[in-house]
């Protein structure tokens, strides 16, 4: 008796997250044509219109983030070979990271906490890919959530694609990466309230502001 605990997409969700990937579906050429992705967050734009907070070219109406400053980590791995009944070891690095900017999103690297894996990943998948994974979902310290003004944006978003947001401050403006995009239209407005994250800071412009300092 074959018992599938959980659907199909939550499965293959399941084993994405194992190997630091994401499982989605993406709209296709013609109805009917989806199709279906098993990929990494992107860590390069696309062709996407900047979002812009300040300024002439303005086309963000709200945009504000969440700083989870204890989220990054390094990850712990253990597990027994099968072949000398030793005790194997594996430590996730940050140097193997895909940064969205030029620094890491925390300030020093001994301040960042340690994950243990959990035990029903330590079997699951090479070890060392297991506790890379970990530390890869757990880098993404800034949550940003707001909307657009999209008739001056000009396109539609679409999660799993990275935009660059300018004019928030000069530490988390950047590059960002779209998971979540939901679009309002009626007969009077067109509009896109996003979700982003971010893995990294921005190095920041000479006597920045506070904010830029705390960050």
């Known amino acids: 008796v074959e018992i599938q605990h959980g ?9 994405a997250k ?20 098993f990929k990494k967050f992107p860590s390069a734009g696309d062709g996407l219109p900047d979002m812009v907070l300040l300024g002439a070219e303005r086309n963000i109406a ?29 430590t996730s690095s940050f140097k193997k990271l895909d940064l969205l900017g030029k620094e890491q999103a925390f300030k020093e690297e001994k301040n960042a906490g340690t994950y243990l894996l959990p035990p029903e990943l330590v079997d699951a998948v090479d070890l060392e890919a297991a506790v890379q994974a970990k530390t890869s979902a757990a880098s993404y ?40 995009v939901i679009h309002t239209l009626n ?3 067109y509009k896109q309230d996003f979700k982003l994250l971010r893995n990294a800071r921005s190095a920041g412009a000479g006597g920045g502001s506070l904010l830029d300092k705390v960050l």
Request: glycine content about 10%; aromatic content about 8%; charged content about 25%.
């Open 7 to 15: 659907t199909a997409m939550q499965i293959l969700r399941a084993l």
């Open 62 to 90: 709200r945009f504000e983030v969440k700083n989870k400053a204890t989220a990054p980590g390094k990850t712990v791995g253990y597990t027994v070979s099968i072949t000398d009944k030793k005790v194997v070891k594996k």
């Open 18 to 37: 194992r190997q630091d990937m994401h499982a989605y579906v993406l709209p296709g050429p013609k109805a009917g044509k989806s199709i279906g992705m």
């Open 141 to 180: 310290q800034f949550e940003a959530a707001g909307s657009l003004v999209t008739e001056c944006y000009g396109k539609a978003l679409a999660p799993y694609r990275v935009v660059t947001a300018k004019g928030v401050n000069g530490r988390l403006s950047g590059d960002y990466v779209v998971i979540g």
């Open 187 to 189: 007969r009077w407005s």
